[in-house]
């Protein structure tokens, strides 16, 4: 599995934006797909999951209610809908997806074993 994330860029604290990630090759042996991200000198962090086909999402208390995680009808791409951002929100993008993994273990990035590249998020204050 290949994964292609882009939407990355600079917006106003408050502002939107949306991020994407296009997931190509053995598509049909995903069952959750995710974004994490990694500020400069900090961890990678779970920011959302969402469990392919049959859709219950999750996310981090830090951007429940701001941020909302899909998918599109094809099941290929993901999508990161970002609202109200913040300067902490500011950090690299990172999209995964896994083939099988449990409830518990769903925001832990070792989970993952395909991972797309970063895009860089900045929200200016």
């Known amino acids: 599995v290949q994964l292609q994330a882009c939407g990355g860029g600079l917006v106003q604290a408050g502002g939107s934006l949306g991020l994407s990630c296009a997931a190509s090759g053995r598509t049909n042996s995903r069952s959750s797909m995710a974004w994490f991200r990694q500020a400069p000198g900090k961890e990678r962090e779970f920011v959302a999951a969402i469990r392919i086909g049959t859709g219950p999402t999750y996310y981090a208390d830090s951007v429940k209610g701001r941020f909302t995680i899909s998918m599109d009808n094809t099941k290929t791409t993901a999508f990161l809908q970002m609202n109200s951002l913040k300067p902490g929100d500011t950090a690299a993008y990172y999209c995964?997806?896994?083939?099988?993994?449990?409830?518990?273990?769903?925001?832990?990035?070792?989970?993952?074993?395909?991972w797309g590249q970063g895009t860089l998020v900045t929200v200016s204050s």
């Open positions: 995964a997806a896994a083939n099988s993994i449990i409830t518990s273990q769903i925001r832990s990035s070792e989970s993952y074993p395909y």
